[in-house]
């Protein structure tokens, strides 16, 4: 049972009481502090970088984290990887971001279309996702860099699109048990379009666990980025992107470990941070889960 | 549960430090079948090789690339063989040959009492067989592959007669002096009439030859088995079996070599070289390559048309620093197409130290004073590739100092040779390439590489660059036989080609194998082959 009850506006008196249960989370608040801290490093992080990301130089290559003027070595090419890691965190993070929204966008519209109008509609939106699910999100990503040349752009593309189906399919199973609350009723009873009753009470409603599900989300589509660029299929060298700095350095890992270590450990603490604040949001924003 | 999770993910983090720290130490266990290496295991003797890539096939017409030939070499002999070390001639299967005067007709005695791995005899109709199989279109078993060498190997056969059970004749259409060379490359393996008949297309799964090794078994992905041919003919080899791997990643590779599931490796990382050499466990021999690595500049696009701009990017790139560091010295700096171990070198050519601001100057004559921007296409890997990526990276850092920026987009091997490979209008200006010299013979590079005659689909001519001049001292070099005056005629057209630029040529690789130390009485070989006939294991 939502606490909110008929209230037309439930979700926004949530609100404080969102913050208090999250705020007594330890994990999920320290988590919040280091994604605070990687979002400044991401704005300010080209500025604050001692070298050029894509400066050589062959005579210093492969030093090791504590050589003096590279606080955390040299790559295969004499470049800064403390550099390259605080260009690369903008675009890396960026990337995750930005792909979750784009999935987040056509997978939310979909869904609260699918399950608000239901019937025809729904079961094509819906047998068309179960396609989109039946590939696996590395072949699917494949053939569309197949298709559009490899890049950025288009790994962010492929990704966000593999991710379309799971957000359509959280929101419509929100959406369908929202739609036969008796505040929806009411709503139509008075009148009120279609389109009114979905963005303004619809939506809000079913807007928690998609919430937690895009936090979530950041970190696989983090991953899944940097997963096509070390493939070769996303950002290409010289990019400091994270994935291509390890992708590059694994032919270094037993003389320069850090090559690899670096990126690795940068990614692994972004997750690690989404992840625990993901978990700490799903049980502030829905109590009931939380002994599941 | 959210306890749970943080103590996993803390042990998983502390896992992986301790992995990456200690490089790997722990073996992938990926790849290779989990079998023990080799080395003697009970009274048989093995040898188990790291390949760079999976073989594509085992029919030796049918080989383009490097690991095909490894694997496939030892089960086939040829009517003429290179001798150890060196691409001079020696008899192979053929005792003797002789030569009509006017370089037409080449007449090969065979040796008698010879016979295939399935008991079938070698005799003149084989080798009959085996070059109008590849070249002859309404031959029967014509249709039992792909014969990308053909052309290259038989092109000038005019015809192939057998005199009697043991003599043939080559008739060819014109003189063509390195003829007798490619008599000795892979595509001129003989191989059993009855098997090809027998299998088809599937010969390539199950080749028969007369050579020192017998093909046993090939697992795709996991190991291509080959033992020792008892009744070979040069007597049987001292290994009971050779067994090669594919195992693609240079690391991963190396790690199973030192774990000791490898007793053989290829392609070690520049950076690990001296450490191998340092351990008194392996052996690591090396040999300047018939091997050149390059950038082709696409002359049908602007702005690699302009002989000034090509010039400007052979200057600009700090090719001593890209050998020297990045590489390890594990090549040696080029100063043309010609690697120095083929004769027809010569060093007496436009010499391109690295100088940036000479390449602006340049580039400003040819009207780019500001520079330009072009796609630049890159493998992952590949055989002779060396390392494609960290040396795009490292040219691409020179070129932009002369304002040139350079688009990097790199593809896996294959998928790389089939788009290099494909319609001229898609191909980008300028991308990475590399050529293993298959027979010793300065035609073999400048011709095949960059004759006008050769434009793909003929040859690997792919940057479709044409120099009449060129073409015809290259053309003239094929149709004598005199070797002080084909020298001549290949320094001449090394000359003009250096000056003209066709390519940035960065270095000729140093083969590199490491191996146990058991491993004895192994030589390297130019073409890039390995010989275990006369390689003995010795366990202390």
Known sequence: MRQAGPDLDGERRSGPGVWQRLKRDRWAVASLFVLLAVGVIAVIGPFIAPHDPLETNLSMRLKPPGTPGHLLGTDELGRDVLSRLLHGTRLSVGIGFLAVLMAMAAGVTLGLAAGYYGGFFDALAMRGIDVLMAFPYVLLAIAIIAALGPGLTNAMLAIAIAGIPYYARITRSAVLSVREQEYIEAQRALGSTNRRIVLRHVLPNALAPIIVAATLDVGWMITAAAGMSFLGLGAQPPTPEWGVMLSDGRQFIRVAPHLTLMPGLAIFIVVLALNLLGDGLRDALDPRLKDS | ?540
């Open chain 2, 1 to 540: 549960m959210r306890r749970w999770l943080l103590q996993v993910s803390a042990v998983l983090a502390a896992a992986a430090l301790v992995l990456a720290a200690c490089g790997g130490s722990a073996s992938d266990g990926g790849s290779g079948s989990g079998q023990q290496g080799g080395g003697q295991t009970g009274d048989l003797k093995r040898i188990v090789v790291g390949l760079q890539a999976e073989p594509v096939t085992l029919d030796p017409h049918q080989v383009t690339d490097y690991n095909s030939n490894r694997a496939a070499q030892g089960i086939f002999d040829r009517l003429v063989e290179f001798k150890d070390e060196s691409t001079e001639l020696e008899p192979g299967l053929a005792e003797r040959w002789d030569v009509s005067d006017d370089g037409l007709v080449y007449r090969f005695y065979l040796r008698q009492g010879v016979t295939f791995h399935d008991g079938t005899p070698f005799n003149a109709e084989a080798v009959k067989f085996s070059i109008e199989r590849q070249i002859d279109p309404n031959h029967p078993y014509h249709d039992t592959g792909e014969f990308a060498y053909a052309e290259f190997t038989f092109g000038k056969v005019r015809e192939v007669r057998v005199v009697d059970e043991y003599t043939v004749e080559i008739e060819l259409v014109e003189p063509y002096a390195p003829f007798l060379a490619h008599m000795a490359m892979h595509s001129a393996s003989i191989v059993s009439p009855a098997a090809v008949e027998k299998y088809g297309r599937d010969f390539s799964k199950n080749p028969v030859g007369t050579g020192p090794f017998k093909f046993v078994r090939w697992e795709p992905g996991v190991e291509v088995v080959l033992e020792k041919n008892e009744e070979y003919w040069d007597g049987a080899p001292r290994v009971d079996q050779v067994i090669y791997r594919p195992i693609i990643e240079d690391q991963a590779r190396l790690t199973e070599f030192e774990a000791g599931a490898l007793d053989f490796i290829v392609n070690i990382p520049p950076d690990e070289v001296a450490r191998l050499k340092a351990s008194d466990q392996y052996t690591v021999l090396e040999q300047p390559g018939m091997h050149v690595w390059y950038l082709v500049f696409n002359v049908t696009k602007e702005p690699f048309n302009k002989k000034e701009v090509r010039q400007a990017v052979n200057y600009a790139i700090n090719k001593r620093a890209i050998v020297e560091e990045l590489l390890q010295n594990t090549g040696v700096l080029a100063t043309g197409p010609l690697p120095p171990v083929v004769w027809g070198y010569t060093d007496d050519v436009t010499q391109y130290d690295y100088n940036p601001d000479k390449a602006r100057e340049l580039l400003a004559q040819a009207g780019y004073p500001d520079g330009f921007t072009v796609d630049f296409w890159v493998p992952e890997s590949g055989s002779g590739m060396q390392q494609p990526r960290a040396m795009a990276a490292a040219i691409q850092a020179d070129l932009r100092q002369v304002g040139i920026e350079m688009n990097i987009q790199t593809f896996e091997w294959g998928t790389y040779l089939d788009k290099v490979l494909g319609p001229v209008e898609e191909l980008p200006e300028v991308f990475e390439m590399s050529w293993i010299g298959d027979n010793g013979d300065p035609d073999n590079f400048l011709y095949i590489l960059l004759s006008g005659d050769q434009w793909p689909p003929n040859g690997f001519n792919m940057g479709y660059y044409k120099n009449e001049q060129v073409d015809e001292l290259l053309r003239q070099a094929q149709r004598i036989n005199d070797q002080a005056e084909r020298q001549r005629l290949y320094e001449e057209a090394l000359r003009l080609l250096v000056e003209d630029a066709p390519w940035a040529w960065i270095d000729h690789e140093t083969q590199i194998v490491a191996m146990k130390k058991s491993i004895q009485g192994f030589k390297l070989h130019p073409t890039g082959v390995f010989r275990f006939e006369n390689v003995d294991v010795v366990n202390n």
